[in-house]
Each structure stands twice: as structure tokens, then as C-alpha cells.
């Protein structure tokens, strides 16, 4: 997705200064590369190689492999604008409590870190309960997590004007069990840094 959305970005602002499009398929940062396929003037020309290009005036140019240090020199400062990708730190409780398991407590750091660095971040904090017990009372224990943790963060740097909340109870499983199933993967809270 990133890198599809790189490409769009990199057509758009060089589809507006020249006469020429140059669109390039660049890696994710995982390595893996997609496909994309280009169509202008009747004519396709698919890309699918890590920095595979071509050049459109009125149609698509035959591909050819842009070297790292072409890349950068045309595209680097709007690669270096880009937003960073998405985050996500997952702190586990003990069975009705909004104190998370100790062994969580590095995650919590890490997430304060991240936001704190992040020029601009949007985050999100997201409390989840297992399927035991009573369904309103799991839906009040999810949001009282995510309190919780949104404290923890304030207590860290990150103001709590900046972090939205939200409660989902057992509703949204990271492991899915029958229904009055304990399960200590689904007692956790999501911090997600954007």
C-alpha cells in the first residue's frame, strides 16, 4: 500500500512540473514489491521489479531499473516528506484489571518514545477484554484499559488532548475463542502511533 501510494505521490508531483511522468516501483520497507501497471495513450506497461520505471509522455516508455542513487537525486525530498508508517504496541492485563502485566511495561515505554519523537502523530489507544464473564461489564473494563494506559502515556510526556479512546470489549479478538473463554492475548490495550 505504501508503495502504490508512493508512486501516485511521485506521478502527481512530477505530472504537474513536466512533460514528462516518471513513475518508479519501489520496495516496501519490508522488502516485498507489488505490481503496478501504468496506462497512457491506449498503451500499458506493467512494473513489477524493485525500482523498475517508466517514462510517459504519451505512453509508456519500456521499463528499465533506476539505481538507488537515481532514485534519490529525483525523488529523495519527496520520499524524505512521506509520513512514517503506522505503529502498533500491544500491553497485556491480568483477568479484570486495568494494571498492565509487567512484562508489557517495555511496550508502553517504547509507544511513549515513538510518539514523543514523531513530529506529528496521531494515536490511538484501544482497549480490549476476553469473551469471560458479563458483556458490559468486559465493554466498561476495555474502556477503563484504555484510560488507564492513556494516563500512563501522560505520565510519560504525551499529552492526553492528543490520544483518542476507545473501548471494544470483547468485540474485536485478537484471538478468537467461544463465547466466556479466558484468554490473556485478548486482555490487552492497542496503542497505534500514525
Do not use: W
Not at 520497507?29 to 517508466?54: C, F, H, I, M, Y
Not at 525530498?77 to 504496541?89: D, G, Q, R
Not at 496521531?122 to 461489564?137: F, K, L, T, Y
Amino acid at each position: 500500500m505504501r508503495t502504490l501510494f508512493s508512486i501516485l505521490l511521485l506521478c502527481l508531483v512530477l505530472g504537474a512540473c513536466a512533460p514528462k511522468t516518471t513513475v518508479v516501483l519501489v520496495p516496501d520497507d519490508d522488502g516485498g514489491v507489488g505490481r503496478v501497471v501504468v496506462k497512457a495513450g491506449g498503451a500499458e506497461q506493467p512494473l513489477n521489479a524493485a525500482n523498475e520505471s517508466t517514462q510517459v509522455t504519451d505512453k509508456p516508455a519500456a521499463p528499465r531499473v533506476m539505481s538507488q542513487q537515481e532514485i534519490d537525486r529525483i525523488f529523495g525530498s519527496t520520499v524524505a516528506a512521506m509520513p512514517e508508517p503506522p505503529k502498533s504496541f500491544l500491553l497485556y492485563f491480568p483477568t479484570g484489571s486495568t494494571e498492565p502485566e509487567p512484562a508489557s511495561r517495555p511496550a508502553l515505554d517504547e509507544a511513549a518514545a515513538d510518539i514523543t519523537r514523531r513530529a506529528v502523530s496521531n494515536v490511538s489507544v484501544i482497549g480490549h477484554s476476553d469473551s469471560a464473564g458479563d458483556p458490559a461489564a468486559n465493554q466498561k473494563l476495555s474502556m477503563a484499559r484504555a484510560e488507564a494506559v492513556c494516563r500512563m502515556l501522560e505520565g510519560r510526556g504525551v499529552p492526553a488532548s492528543g490520544v483518542a479512546l476507545s473501548g471494544h470489549g470483547a468485540n474485536d479478538p485478537l484471538v478468537p475463542t467461544a463465547p466466556g473463554v479466558a484468554e490473556a492475548r485478548n486482555r490487552r490495550v492497542e496503542i497505534l502511533v500514525r
